[in-house]
């Protein structure tokens, strides 16, 4: 196997999984450690550097970090029976919401309103993450942004569409008006119904962040007759949100599975429903909505009936009764793709007095001129490039929904983050198809001989649940938060399972003397001395055999004995008990740190971020 330097940056790049996972490259295990010191400002501003709205994301990210977490790796090949069972990630997600939570007044660290204007006009149509995001990122450089939202308040979906239980206004309101007091202009309660006129006042660049305004409906028989009682599940929400709906029927259905049919069935129950049921034409496993957003619905009382397909709204005297569903499974054609069968079954009809259909989302643009120059595909969304996110007119721009369909909040400040560079780079004359480097840095960790500058003893605690208020038990209250979130102790507890996998073990083969010390302490045997060959063949002839194929392994070049050094990486705990053991120094714990460039590089005024 061809010798890997493990001292190369690009390697730590990939190392470090979940800031990697995340699609705004959030430093994730160094706000954990800040928050493990006590430092939850300081954790909070590595978060806003980032993602922007920490307080949110901790209580509504999808958490694409998680899954790539090597702390559930780790507990599935080295941990207890117990975690082996079901083996957990670190709760990233809610400790996002800790230091957000705990963090005190941080408006002082806010980057402040740019002293002088540079005369370039920015207008941002819908105030969602997207747009508030490149609001954020160019504001303190002198642009002057504007940003238009059809409702009265900042925040699109993730106010008209997240229901409070979930996210307290309050939240919401914090973190935009972050943005908003930067010298942002906002004016609510304007819809943009024009993108020609927009053009014609004068921006000298255009960001479209208005998300994917329009649900989709279903035309099946029965569907006029009983309009009054099918709901499109956002309209639905937002109605909710505004105080026009403020009950629902007893027996309520639900069609759909992704996140919004959670919110919807979850709130229906806190409106007076007391017969609340998801339906999905896929399998429970291939539903789009979060495990967790699965569970918390069914332990809220509400059953997921899989593989039935709607055939028809079933009504009696212009009144809804109930729905007709096919029976289906899942099968393959001759091609190898899925598709659902019908199983021969009866129908099943389900009685109700609502339906609520949350089957998919559609962007709409009608208020786009097509002569503008802006290309549309044959679907109906704009050609938007996928790193500048510039649309074929160059200076109008997409991010979020709007640009790539749905997703969630945490891809649209990432769009946001990367718009913003392109109009930075456009305004400047640059090319925004150059997109700036990150900063990298690369530091020891060793202080004396057995001490560190972060703890690496690692935690065998299994992950610690979230509690839930008890008010909100009752299910009567649309505004009671369900989740308090950690406090201070239990998420200093959660903070230790973190296994700190930006401190990197660096080996010398210059320094190694092979007297294979580290080998013996080490907790995992993931450390090995062999001779080198194929990687298949390779693996097979570890201390521990590597039987995750997925994760590269590391290999020296070859020692004096023309033995090389090999380290699974999958299963390292990063303990440095190796570079403690090594006599000769071959072994360090160094630092990966990992900085994306915002726009305006070294022009952005400090946030007043602290590294750990």
């Not at 699609?23 to 939850?40: F, K, M, Q």
């Not at 907790?523 to 994760?551: K, S, V, Y």
Request: net charge negative; hydrophobic share 35%.
């Amino acid at each position: 196997m061809e010798p890997t330097d493990i001292r190369n940056p690009d390697t730590f790049h990939r190392v470090v999984d979940c800031q990697w996972a995340c699609p705004a490259h959030t430093p994730v295990p160094e706000y954990i450690r800040l928050i493990a010191a006590g430092r939850h400002a300081d954790a909070y501003m590595v978060n806003w550097a980032s993602n922007v709205f920490p307080g949110i994301l901790g209580r509504t990210c999808d958490r694409p970090c998680e899954p790539a977490c090597r702390r559930g790796r780790v507990e599935e090949n080295n941990g207890p029976a117990s975690m082996r069972e079901k083996p957990e990630p670190v709760a990233i997600c809610r400790l996002k919401r800790v230091c957000a939570d705990h963090k005190g007044d941080v408006r002082a660290r806010m980057p402040k309103p740019a002293a002088r204007r540079n005369g370039r006009r920015i207008a941002c149509v819908g105030a969602g993450p997207s747009s508030l995001t490149v609001a954020r990122d160019l504001a303190p450089l002198g642009y002057a942004v504007t940003v238009f939202e059809a409702d009265p308040k900042a925040g699109g979906f993730m106010r008209t569409q997240v229901p409070r239980f979930r996210l307290p206004e309050s939240v919401i309101d914090e973190e935009t008006g972050y943005i908003l007091d930067m010298g942002v202009e906002f004016i609510g309660g304007t819809r943009i119904d024009s993108m020609r006129t927009l053009l014609e006042q004068g921006y000298d660049a255009v960001f479209v962040g208005s998300g994917a305004p329009r649900g989709r409906d279903l035309d099946l028989p029965g569907r006029a007759e009983c309009a009054a009682g099918i709901h499109v599940g956002l309209d639905w929400l937002a109605n909710v949100y505004f105080g026009h709906v403020t009950r629902v029927g007893r027996r309520v259905l639900v069609l759909g599975g992704g996140n919004t049919a959670m919110d919807c069935c979850r709130s229906a129950r806190r409106l007076g429903g007391e017969d609340v049921t998801v339906v999905v034409r896929s399998g429970f496993d291939e539903m789009k909505a979060s495990p967790w957003e699965k569970e918390d619905a069914m332990h809220e009382g509400i059953p997921i009936l899989d593989y039935r397909v709607p055939k028809a709204f079933e009504h009696a005297s212009g009144r809804l009764t109930g729905m007709r569903f096919e029976r289906v499974r899942a099968g393959y054609d001759a091609d190898g793709r899925r598709r659902l069968v019908p199983t021969g079954e009866p129908d099943d009809v389900i009685a109700c007095d609502e339906v609520l259909i949350a089957v998919g989302q559609e962007n709409a643009f009608p208020w786009i001129e097509r002569d503008l120059g802006i290309d549309f595909d044959q679907w109906g969304m704009p050609v938007v490039d996928r790193i500048t996110h510039q649309s074929t007119l160059p200076h109008v721009l997409f991010g979020g929904d709007a640009a790539f369909g749905p997703k969630n909040i945490i891809w649209a400040v990432a769009h946001g983050h990367a718009a913003a560079i392109s109009i930075d780079r456009l305004l400047q004359g640059g090319d925004t198809r150059a997109r700036p480097a990150p900063g990298v840095t690369l530091d020891s960790q060793k202080m004396g001989i057995h001490e560190w500058r972060y703890d690496n003893a690692v935690s065998h605690d299994e992950r610690f649940a979230v509690p839930w208020s008890e008010a909100a038990k009752k299910l009567d209250s649309m505004h009671v938060e369900v989740e308090l979130g950690f406090d201070a102790a239990t998420a200093w507890k959660e903070t230790r399972r973190c296994l700190n996998c930006d401190v990197q073990t660096v080996f010398t083969r210059d320094k190694c003397i092979e007297c294979d010390a580290c080998v013996d302490i080490c907790p995992t045997d993931c450390i090995t001395f062999t001779a080198n060959g194929e990687e298949a063949e390779l693996r097979t002839r570890l201390t521990a055999p590597a039987l995750n194929t997925g994760q590269p392994l590391y290999v020296s070049g070859p020692l004096k004995t023309s033995r090389v050094m090999v380290k699974d990486e999958d299963v390292c705990l990063h303990c440095g008990l190796c570079a403690e053991r090594c006599p000769t120094g071959a072994w360090d714990m160094q630092k990966f740190l990992l900085l994306e460039t915002r726009a305006g590089g070294d022009r952005r005024p400090s946030c007043g971020r602290e590294a750990a």
